[in-house]
């Protein structure tokens, strides 16, 4: 398969989980979307995304929990489901594996400031190179500044 129709399908298939993240998403009707076996999807989406399509799915939830977590009142419980996950103590133990902190916790900084979306999403981004505050890792901002 030439590098670009490859990269295509994956495209495909990680649109379909940008739009689709709190629906029932699995392994086989991703590589459907993708005109592929679901091993060699595995395998492709990581080589063009550098994650699996899993780890993909379970940030992107993250991300649209930071964002659900810090606009409004609802439980963590509700956004939990709201998101796409089916268990609280699955979406605590991945919220806090991704982000560094608890789902609470970071409820716990408040409403987002009034600046564009854009900017807020970037910069609270979580990353697959980043890591937890607290165990001696850089994150990505020392790393693009250059301090360490």
Same mark, same amino acid.
């Given at each position: 398969? *030439? ?11 990680? %649109?379909?989980? %940008? !739009?689709? #993240? =709190?629906?029932?998403? %699995?392994?086989?009707?991703? &590589? ?6 679901? &091993? ?6 990581? *080589? ?7 780890? #993909?799915?379970? !940030?992107?939830?993250?991300?649209? =929990?930071?964002?659900?977590?810090? @606009?409004? %009142? !609802? ?16 979406? $605590?133990?991945?919220?806090? =594996?991704?982000?560094? @902190?608890?789902?609470? &916790?970071? !409820? ?15 910069? *609270?981004?979580? $990353?697959?190179?980043? @890591? ?14 250059? $301090?360490?």
């Amino acid at each position: 398969m *030439a590098e670009e129709d490859r990269n295509r399908r994956m495209l495909r298939a990680r %649109d379909l989980m %940008d !739009r689709a #993240y =709190a629906e029932p998403l %699995d392994i086989p009707a991703l &590589a459907i979307v993708a005109h592929v076996s679901a &091993a060699h999807f595995i395998r492709s989406f990581r *080589a063009v995304f550098g994650e699996t399509p899993h780890r #993909y799915l379970q !940030r992107r939830r993250v991300e649209r =929990a930071m964002f659900l977590l810090r @606009q409004g %009142d !609802r439980s963590v419980t509700e956004i939990c489901f709201e998101v796409g996950f089916s268990s609280l103590g699955t979406f $605590s133990r991945t919220f806090t =594996a991704v982000v560094g @902190q608890s789902p609470s &916790a970071y !409820r716990g900084r408040g409403p987002l400031p009034p600046v564009p979306s854009c900017f807020t999403m970037r910069w *609270a981004r979580p $990353s697959e190179h980043s @890591q937890p505050a607290g165990n001696g890792a850089v994150s990505d901002k020392q790393l693009r500044e250059g $301090s360490t």
